[in-house]
Nanobody, 122 residues
Framework: QVQLVESGGGPVQAGGSLRLSCAAS????????MAWFRQAPGKEREFVAA????????NYTDSVKGRFTISRDDAKNTMYLQMNSLEAEDTAVYCC???????????????WGRGTQVTVSS
């Protein structure tokens, strides 16, 4: 059973950067596609980015293209989300997920972390 734990969230001013990490325990990332989702207060969960295994074919939601970069280090069982030029609209709880297929659909991911809060102040 893969367990995922996010870290790296926190408060940041608009225009700043954060790097989120997602670490796996009880299993391995190898063979799994990985993704980041986020949920802002009062809004539905939203796809942010996903990456295949082996690392490749990343895709992003339009609102983060050019600002966020998803990556993975399978040797460390860790996935990352580098977030630059943060905006107030990026404020949300960010969750990582793992599944067989890379997809923007949350239902395609079997394993989920509990999330880390990102708060961007303008």
């Amino acid at each position: 059973q893969v367990q995922l734990v996010e870290s790296g969230g926190g408060p940041v001013q608009a225009g700043g950067s954060l790097r989120l990490s997602c670490a796996a325990s009880g299993g391995t990332f190898i063979g799994l596609a990985m993704a980041w989702f986020r949920q802002a207060p009062g809004k539905e969960r939203e796809f942010v980015a996903a990456i295949s295994w082996p690392a490749g074919g990343p895709n992003y939601t339009d609102s983060v293209k050019g600002r966020f970069t998803i990556s993975r280090d399978d040797a460390k069982n860790t996935m990352y989300l580098q977030m630059n030029s943060l905006e107030a609209e990026d404020t949300a709880v960010y969750c990582c997920a793992a599944g067989i297929f890379r997809s923007p659909r949350a239902s395609q991911y079997a394993y989920w972390g509990r999330g880390t809060q990102v708060t961007v102040s303008s």
